[in-house]
Every structure is written in structure tokens, then in C-alpha cells.
């Protein structure tokens, strides 16, 4: 840790000392007297001793946070979870430089059941406090609009502002409009419809609301039952129409288990600089809603108090009283009323992973939509995180791969490709002919390669890459590594191998391979380069089999010398292309007499 002052130190390092062992809230202040960092602790003292230790682990941002400190603050709590609660209360106050920032502020809307007589039902922005009930937030104004089309198909309530009281009704101050008349209402604003009745309906959509659509479905089929024993068809047909409405937009949703009940479901992403949240709420077994945030990372931060500070904001935002929360690891808190299921099979497992790949879609369309905006900072981000993958010195800006090519030993040839900033520099792609190795030796075709491809930058003082990638495992890396070794760049440039059957990456002088999280973009960039340097070396070698093939058959034809073998192979590449030419055209290269011998040699063959 670098300090700002040794007294300064000094009297942290005394206050870290009398901290007390208990719960709480600690807050670092900077030299302005604000607010730099606001966190969480089961012990205070032992966490906040964490940022002052000289452990190699601790990252720069971290260290840049310590190197600002000036003051230390603490609140002791009961509990680590009322440490939690006040934790982000504070970060909600203050919005702290080094605080995690959940991108989330945009206002949800709601469906209002307006507190009146023949309670009104639309769609708000605006909680106001005057009894009426609100449920919601949607994430999806698209699924809430959705929702209360249904309600309208099914119940006509008015949507007029009138003040609908008893008194107004029967003075008869009201008439009816042409909603009554296309049927979407039932005029109880000139008593067509009694209070008791439009009232059951307003019961019922409530549970439509809530998503308990099978309950009121089975409701619904024991009226329709009630009224065909009554010989009422009429009325029993029309109970039907409403369950096959309901089914069907019941259908729709994503049934999980009806074992599984009301339940939230949270995953997260991790990234360098921000990590993505999913959320699912699941209402009798049937996914109705679906919400990613995004979580801006100042510092690093664990997955752990990440997610607990993306489970508390978004149920008390989306109002979730769910009593199951479905986790993918184990939060070490208790929540009161809540219990945490940590699935590892199961239906509950399918559920978990349904929102992990929600997340991963998430992550992905936001990636897609930086690159498009700015290109330039996507490319920046890719590198550092292929920087911090791969443990480099430097940014891979530049970066060579190679792979040999020969089929059953013969006509051994390499390639090496160039990518710069992450894509393909097709000018710098290179090929080459194996010239001191005999037969297929993949590593001493590698070790002549790559001493011939940088001995000759060396040579001619051109940009040497910051990344060499070998096609191979570690038997090719070796062979690479020597040539490095006799040209004097050995820890001058970072060299690796990627094995293709599990994609291991092998580090020179390490026996045991990494892996790579297989989404990462940093695997991707590797396997877009192998892929380039097999494509690029297999068309070549492709090119020289046929060229092979044309000279040995060139060579069996009387009267064709080396000079027009040599014009021959330079035209056509191929045997088969040499077939297709007529003799007019191939006169044109050879003259008519050897044009005739060479038609006459392959209408033999």
C-alpha cells in the first residue's frame, strides 16, 4: 500500500486498532470531507485491516482508494443483516466514487385499481397514496398492456371518469356511451350494473393480477358447471369463452412446476467492470416477469455482496413478498421470511439456468451495442480482458499465430496469421515452405518457422508482437520456445499453446494447462486466430499438392522443358484446371505444337 502521509497512516492504523469486533457499517472519507466508500462487515476491525495489509492480491483500484483515505467512520449493528439494510441505504444517499452504482433508474409502471366506486383499473407511472391498490412494477409496459387487454376481453369495467356514487346514479345524471353499446362496459353509471357485481369482477381480476390464473380458471369452470346443471347455456357459454381466454394466454407464459409455487430467481454474470443481474419471478410455476440490471464496479467486489445488494433493491422495487429465493450459491445471510434454495438438479436447477442464460443474452446484446457505438473503447475492453486472462505484461494489441499443415508427410508447409486490435490483419498473414525438416515433424517444422518468421524482424528492425499463439500442445510450445531462446526473445515476448481437443492453453515451462471459461471473448479471439491459421495454411497446402501434382505430370510430357513448366504452373496451379483448357487458349501461353502435345498427353491418361 503507498501512503499518503506516514502520520496519517499511523493514525488509521490506531484507529483500525480500536475498532470493535462486532457488525456494522464502516465509511472512508477523503481529504474534502466526503464520502469515498461505504461497506459491510460481520467483524469491522478484521475487514477494514483487509484495504491496509501489503498483500500482492489486492488490486490497483483498491489500492487507489486506500492511497485516498483520510478519515474512518463506524456504526455498530446488530445484525450482519441490518449491516446489509444500512449499507445500501447509505450508497443510495451518498452514491460513493468507489460504491458499486446500480444501473437501474428508470420509473416502472404499475396497474392502479383506483380506490372509488366501480373502482376504475389503468395503468400508472404514480403511486399516490389514497387507498387504491397498485401491483406491479412491470419491468415489460409490453406484458402489463398485455395483461390488462385480457382483463378487458374478459370483464367490460368502465374506463370514464365519472363519479360513479349512489346518489348521481340514481338521479340519473349520467347516460350511457358507445362503450356500453360495442359492449366493453355495462353501464352501471345508470344502474345496468349492481355495485355487488361489478365488484366480484373487480375480486377476480385481482387474482388475474396477482397471476393466480389457474385459480380463477378452476373458479370459472365451477360456475360454467353451476349454470349448464341450471340449463343456463346461454351464460355457461359464456364462461367458456372467458377459460379458453385465460388458458390461452396462460399458455403463453413459461410453465416451470406447479410444484414450485411463488418463488424469486436470481443469477449474476460477473465481469471486470460491471456484472449483470436476472431476475425471474415465478407466480404458481409460471414465469410473469423477467428483469436484467446492470452493476456498475468501481472497485472489485465479490459475487456474494454483489448479488445481496441486487436481490434487496429489486424485490423492494419490483414489491416481491415471495417467500422462496432460488440462488446459485449460498449468500451466508439470513433473510427474514425468505428461504434461500441453492438447487443442484432438478426443476428448480432448470429454472436457475434459464436465468443465467438470460444474463449471458443480456451481457451479450450490451456488448454488441458498445461495439457498434464505440468501437474503439469495445476494443479497448477486450484487449484488457484478454490482458487479464492470459496474464500478460502488456495489451495484446498484436498478436501472431501459427499452425504447420502436411498430408501423410508431404508437402510440409506452416502458416502464421496476424490479428491487430483483436482482428484479423489479413496483409500481415504469412506462409511457409518447410525447408530443413524431413517428413512430418510437426516441432521441428514449428522451431524452423517461428526462428525464420522473427529472426527476420529482427533483421529488418520491424514491430515485434506482444502474443505468439501455437497451434499445438506442449510439445510444439517447446519447439517454439527454442527458437525464441536462440534469437534472444525468450520472456521478451509472451508465447502460449492452445491444445484443440479440450481448448487447454499451455504456458512455457508449465506442465499443467489453463482453461478458459469457454463464453469468454478472450477464448473466442484465440479460436478465431487457430481457425485462421488452419484455414490460411490448409489452402496452401491445398495449392502446393496441386502444383506437385501438375509438375510431376508436366515432367512425363516429351518435349516440355523447365521454362514451360514453369509458365504452365504459374497459369493454371492445377492438373485439373490445365484439363478444362482448350487448345486455342493454352496456345496462347506454349505455342500450338506444345499445346497439342500437352491435349494429346492428358486424352491418353
Known sequence: MVKSTNKQYDLLKQQIRNLPEKPGVYQYYNADGLIIYVGKAKNLKKRVASYFTKDKQISGKVRMLVRKIQEIQFIVVDTELDALLLENNLIKKHQPKYNIQLKDDKTYPWICIKNEDFPRIFPTRTIVRDGSDY?????????????????????????????????????????????????????????????????????????????????????????????????????????????????????????????????????????????????????????????????????????????????????????????????????????????????????????????????????????????????????????????????????????????????????PVAAMVMFRNAKPHKKGYRHFNIKTVVGPDDFASMEEVVYRRYSRLLEEKQELPQLIIVDGGKGQLSAAVRSLDKLGLRGKIAIIGIAKRLEEIYYPGDSVPMYIDKTSETLKIIQHLRDEAHRFGITHHRNQRSKSSLQSALTEIKGIGPQTEEILLKQFKSVKRLKEI??????????????????EHFKKG
Open 582 to 599: 482448350d487448345h486455342s487458349e493454352l496456345s496462347k501461353f506454349v505455342g500450338q505444337a506444345k499445346a497439342h502435345l500437352i491435349i
Open 135 to 411: 401491483f406491479g412494477p412491470y419491468a415489460s409496459a409490453k406484458m402489463m398492456h398485455t395483461l390488462l387487454d385480457l382483463i378487458r376481453q374478459i370483464y367490460p369495467i368502465r374506463n370514464c371518469s365519472l363519479k360513479l356514487s349512489e346518489e348521481n346514479i340514481k338521479s340519473k345524471k349520467f347516460k350511457v356511451c358507445l362503450e356500453y353499446h360495442l359492449g366493453n362496459c355495462l353501464a352501471p353509471c345508470i344502474g345496468k350494473q349492481s355495485p355487488r357485481d361489478y365488484q366480484e369482477n373487480i375480486n377476480t381480476i385481482r387474482y388475474i393480477i396477482k397471476g393466480n390464473i389457474s385459480q380463477v380458471i378452476k373458479q370459472l369452470q365451477q360456475l360454467m358447471k353451476e349454470y349448464a346443471e341450471g340449463l343456463d347455456f346461454e351464460n355457461a357459454q359464456h364462461i367458456k369463452e372467458k377459460i379458453d381466454i385465460l388458458k390461452k394466454y396462460q399458455s403463453r407464459s413459461t410453465i416451470v412446476s406447479p410444484g414450485i409455487k411463488d418463488a424469486d430467481v436470481f443469477s449474476i454474470l460477473d465481469s471486470d467492470k460491471e456484472a449483470y443481474v436476472n431476475y425471474l419471478k415465478v407466480i404458481d410455476g409460471a414465469i410473469v416477469q423477467a428483469h436484467t440490471i446492470e452493476i456498475k464496479k468501481h472497485i472489485e467486489e465479490d459475487k456474494e455482496s454483489l448479488l445481496l445488494h441486487a436481490i434487496i433493491e429489486i424485490r423492494k422495487t419490483m414489491d416481491s413478498k415471495a417467500p422462496e429465493v432460488i440462488l446459485p450459491f449460498d449468500p451466508q445471510i439470513e433473510l427474514p421470511g425468505i428461504r434461500f434454495s441453492i438447487p443442484k438438479i432438478g426443476e428448480k436447477k432448470h429454472l436457475l439456468e434459464l436465468s443465467e442464460r438470460n444474463t449471458k443474452y443480456y451481457k451479450l446484446e450490451k456488448d454488441k451495442q458498445r461495439a457498434h457505438t464505440n468501437p474503439a473503447q469495445n476494443t479497448q475492453r477486450i484487449l484488457e480482458r484478454m490482458q487479464k486472462d492470459l496474464r500478460l505484461k502488456s495489451l495484446p494489441k498484436h498478436i501472431e499465430c501459427f499452425d504447420n499443415s502436411n498430408f501423410q508427410g508431404s508437402n
